[in-house]
């Protein structure tokens, strides 16, 4: 009996040590696992740590970049920009573009000059009106026209050269004196656009422009006529400027042959036997007087605060 007890007991015993042995097994293979968990999460970890990097340079690229931009506007937003044009004048030019309607007529001038006489006007009407012509050009200045009569009797002399015109007495005619002004002034604003601080530029108006409100002497002398300006050595300090103006106005001398109607009325009509300007056109036409370009320029080197007009500049207003 005791033997059997003995032997249950022992073979309790191996069981347990068996028992053991497998925990133990147990217990070695989950430790062998824990590495690779470990490892992962390692691996997690330098990845968000890479992505954070990553995010980082991308962040800074991104500074970097509108930093850059900033610059960059900064750099644009300072640049000057040169204005060329304003208010018909030009600094990228360098004349004033003539008038077609100018051009036109000289170059028919000088077709029809000495063509013969038109139909209609025989020897003896063409003595007769060069009667008229040259009682004006001797007897114009007797009644207040002294530049109508030096006028025709340029036309007279028959050679087509220039004729300088006296800007002084020109401007003396309360209208051209008035559209003296008004050009002037547009080119003060122009230039007050154009000018670059700095430097010194020359500035050009873009075309001629015309103008047919002469009365009285100078009326009969021109008629209507162009206006250009010439600017030139023109500087700017902010709001002060300083330039030299030339004023220029041109005119062809010639008589149109569609008006019929006396030059003059009254008692002037009768001694000029009431002359036409269709008439005298022909003495043109036949070779006995010349169509010829009259001109004239004055300069005035000034300097101005933005916004004067020029009755606030001299000499403009004299």
């Known amino acids: 009996m005791k033997k059997a007890i003995a032997l249950i007991l022992a073979f309790v015993l191996i069981l347990a040590l068996v028992a053991c042995n497998n925990g133990s097994e147990s217990s070695s293979s989950s ?73 036109k007529q000289m170059a028919w001038s000088n077709t029809i000059y000495g063509k013969g006489a038109a139909s209609g006007y025989d020897a003896s009407n063409l003595s007769s009106i060069k009667s008229s012509a040259k009682f004006i050009a001797t007897g114009g200045s007797l009644v207040s026209y002294k530049n109508a009569s030096a006028f025709m009797k340029h036309y007279l002399n028959n050679t087509g050269e220039d004729y300088i015109i006296d800007m002084e007495s020109f401007l003396e005619d309360e209208n051209a004196l008035y559209t003296r002004n008004a050009e002037l002034n547009r080119a003060l604003r122009a230039c007050e656009k154009l000018a670059v601080v700095g430097e010194e530029i020359n500035v050009y108006q873009k075309e001629e422009l015309v103008h047919h409100n002469l009365q009285g002497d100078w009326h009969y002398a021109i008629g209507s006529y162009f206006t250009a300006i010439e600017i030139t050595n023109l500087t700017s300090t902010g709001k002060v400027y300083t330039a030299t103006f030339t004023y220029k106005i041109t005119d062809f001398y010639n008589w149109d042959e569609a008006k019929s109607d006396a030059i003059f009325s009254g008692f002037l009509g009768t001694l000029t036997k009431n002359v036409s300007p269709k008439d005298l056109a022909q003495l043109h036409r036949n070779g006995e007087a010349k169509d010829f370009l009259s001109r004239g320029e004055i300069s005035y080197t000034v300097s101005w605060t933005e916004g004067q007009t020029v009755s606030q500049i001299l000499p403009f207003n004299n």
């Open 31 to 103: 430790s062998s696992r824990r590495p690779s968990h470990s490892s992962s999460s390692s691996s997690s970890e330098e990845s968000s740590i890479e992505s954070e990097s990553s995010e980082s340079e991308s962040t800074s690229d991104s500074e970097s970049s509108v930093e850059s931009s900033v610059e960059s506007s900064e750099e644009s937003s300072s640049e000057v920009v040169v204005i060329t044009e304003a208010d018909g004048f030009s600094s990228a030019i360098t004349r004033v573009g003539k008038s077609d309607d100018r051009m």
